[in-house]
T-cell receptor, first 111, second 115 residues
Framework: KAGVTQTPRYLIKTRGQQVTLSCSPI?????VSWYQQTPGQGLQFLFE???????NKGNFPGRFSGRQFSNSRSEMNVSTLELGDSALYLC??????????FGPGTRLTVL | QQQVKQSPQSLIVQKGGISIINCAYE??????FPWYQQFPGKGPALLIA?????SEKKEGRFTISFNKSAKQFSLHIMDSQPGDSATYFC??????????????FGTGTRLQVTL
């Protein structure tokens, strides 16, 4: 099976812009979670979607949002970008249990 | 609040040696403890995981030791190889409804295995 894919792999944006990242989970996986990885804060949970419903949310401002489509693909959106949003954004998919498989991430740089 | 504390921050081990990374957790409701390995430019890859009803789990050169009373768990890498050089993250999660839940990660340990 193909692994988790994320697009794009790299993005450069300027402050104030918005960005949309995409994640395609492993075939058959219905749960998609998003994490932010930074050198200072480490790996932090953003949110999790299952069958198009957000089931869990981390402690991030409302500028961070996401959605999941009927084919389990997921997108996350960050509006009004700030310099501190520069990070590696990771998507993980799961059948619905504890085991989560991560994609390669999208490296977002905010200038 | 840091719910999973990981140490050391970095570790240098000679080839063939044993690498040991420790983690401690606070939330006694956690019921699943995975370890992830991450190479530069890649996403974390699941290495091995344990549940609290087991005190040890071994997969190849990788072993998790779990101490429920002390709320601690550790990763041992036997016969460490240069290819093991990566950042290792411990994590914990609780899954009461049988559905995927958020992983709480430790801060990571950068392992370097020297020749």
């Amino acid at each position: 099976k193909a692994g988790v894919t994320q697009t794009p792999r790299y993005l450069i944006k300027t402050r104030g812009q918005q960005v949309t990242l995409s994640c395609s989970p492993i075939s058959g996986h219905r749960s998609v979670s998003w994490y932010q990885q930074t050198p200072g804060q480490g790996l932090q949970f953003l949110f999790e979607y299952f069958s198009e419903t957000q089931r869990n949310k981390g402690n991030f401002p409302g500028r961070f949002s996401g959605r999941q489509f009927s084919n389990s693909r997921s997108e996350m959106n960050v509006s009004t970008l700030e310099l501190g949003d520069s990070a590696l954004y990771l998507c993980a998919s799961s059948l619905g249990g504890n085991t989560q498989y991560f994609g390669p991430g999208t490296r977002l740089t905010v200038l | 609040q840091q719910q999973v504390k990981q140490s050391p921050q970095s570790l240098i081990v000679q080839k063939g040696g044993i690498s040991i990374i420790n983690c401690a957790y606070e939330n006694t409701a956690f019921d699943y403890f995975p370890w992830y390995q991450q190479f530069p430019g890649k996403g974390p890859a699941l290495l091995i995981a344990i549940r609290p009803d087991v005190s040890e789990k071994k997969e190849g050169r990788f072993t998790i030791s779990f101490n429920k009373s002390a709320k601690q768990f550790s990763l041992h890498i036997m016969d460490s190889q240069p290819g093991d050089s990566a950042t290792y993250f411990c994590a914990a999660t609780l899954n009461p409804s049988g559905t995927a839940s958020k992983l709480t990660f430790g801060t990571g340990t950068r392992l370097q295995v020297t020749l």
